[in-house]
């Protein structure tokens, strides 16, 4: 990877004014101007914000993009994103895609005649053969949300490619760039719920979208301008906070996950383990290539007593992972799909995907990975 954390961090401007390390949080709603029309740079702060603008330049550095955009939340860069379409568009969607992106597509998208299709994304010959004259964008996860299924991003990118109209868009939220860079895989959009890896202390909502192309940048920011869905000052100034620490901790929660995976894996009373350092994960191979050797911090298990009731005990039974949604942080978080995240999803299609009931996902912090452990041993012989 061409840029690396040392790099980023010292991207990070000195106030020039005072010296302070760290960028000043901006707090203004506009700009005095020389004159009409002419300022420093700045005139009006839904347009652009000093604190911001240094955010998306960290992003874009990690990204090894052109640009970058922050937004309101994760969802709001989605719909930027989802903006760059027109009536009659289609999209082809990973199958087991995060709730709040099958919402909005399914909810809110259809009603302007875009329409979108979920197919098995981990089948490059199942894309090849599912676009059709209309599909304008492939939309990927990986690894996805819930069941950590991991796409050949360049693959997918190449037959993308054989019809310059159709954009590949990639949620690159579980793997963060630490580990995974779409963008030189051949993807034209990456997203992330900066929520999550990118701020990483539950204390920001968050969402940024990056390109590599001109023409999709100057769309990108006249839609972050003219719909106005802009992350905050102090919001931003929190995001830059966090990745300062982004390597360090992906990388121990990546040890964490790895660990915990293989208590899983060998636990009685569990029946599948999604993880993509598991040498039996169907997506191994490709995972280890594409992001590097680092498998993230995500995992979801299901159980061998594949109820509701009985996996909503063990989610309400844990002392060191606590229920609550989101993902990301510094802290454990475990969490329900059926009943949560993907609570929007009907029945039918979460269990086409592999989300099953007992489905649980964890979000794997820095803590002593040994308390984790025996935090799960303690619920598990309890199910």
């Not at 000195?14 to 002419?38: C, E, H, K, M, R």
């Not at 590097?292 to 060191?320: C, H, P, R, W």
Request: charged share 20%; with cysteine.
């Amino acid at each position: 990877m061409s840029t690396s954390i040392t790099d980023v961090l010292h991207s990070i401007p000195v106030d020039p004014l005072t010296g302070a390390i760290n960028i000043p949080v901006y707090q203004t709603s506009t700009f005095v101007q020389q004159a009409p029309g002419v300022n420093q740079g700045y005139d009006y702060a839904r347009t652009g914000n000093p604190t911001r603008h240094v955010l998306e330049n960290i992003v874009a550095k990690l990204e090894n993009g052109i640009a970058s955009y922050a937004f309101s939340s994760g969802i709001a860069a989605i719909d930027a994103v989802l903006k760059l379409l027109k009536s009659g568009d289609e999209i082809l969607a990973v199958d087991d895609i995060y709730g709040g992106a099958y919402r909005i597509l399914t909810k809110i998208y259809n009603r302007f005649d875009i329409t979108v299709r979920f197919v098995d994304t981990t089948d490059v010959t199942t894309i090849k053969s599912q676009i059709t004259s209309k599909t304008r964008m492939i939309w990927l996860e990986s690894p996805t949300n819930p069941t950590l299924k991991v796409c050949d991003i360049s693959a997918i990118s190449k037959i993308a490619k054989e019809d310059s109209d159709v954009l590949v868009v990639v949620d690159n939220t579980f793997a963060s760039p630490i580990a995974q860079r779409p963008l030189d895989l051949g993807a034209d959009i990456v997203i992330h719920s900066a929520t999550k890896y990118l701020s990483g202390h539950c204390d920001v909502v968050a969402g940024i979208a990056v390109t590599n192309s001109v023409e999709i940048s100057k769309e990108l920011k006249f839609l972050q301008n003219g719909c106005g869905a802009i992350l905050g000052p102090w919001d931003c100034f929190l995001a830059i906070r966090g990745i300062e620490t982004l390597e360090l901790r992906y990388l121990r929660q990546c040890e964490n996950a790895f660990c915990l995976a293989q208590f899983l894996a060998k636990h009685p009373a569990v029946d599948k383990v999604h993880y993509p350092g598991l040498p039996y994960h169907k997506n191994h191979e490709i995972a280890k290539q594409q992001q590097n050797g680092l498998f993230g911090g995500m995992i979801s298990f299901s159980l061998k007593n594949d109820t509701i009731e009985n996996a909503e005990q063990i989610v309400t039974s844990t002392t060191y992972f606590k229920l609550a949604e989101s993902l990301g942080g510094v802290k454990s978080l475990i969490s329900l799909p059926c009943k949560m995240t993907h609570v929007g999803v009907p029945r039918e299609k979460r269990l086409a995907s592999g989300i099953q009931d007992s489905l649980i996902r964890l979000s794997v912090g820095i803590e002593n990975v040994e308390d984790l452990i025996n935090d799960l041993k303690n619920v598990l012989g309890q199910s």
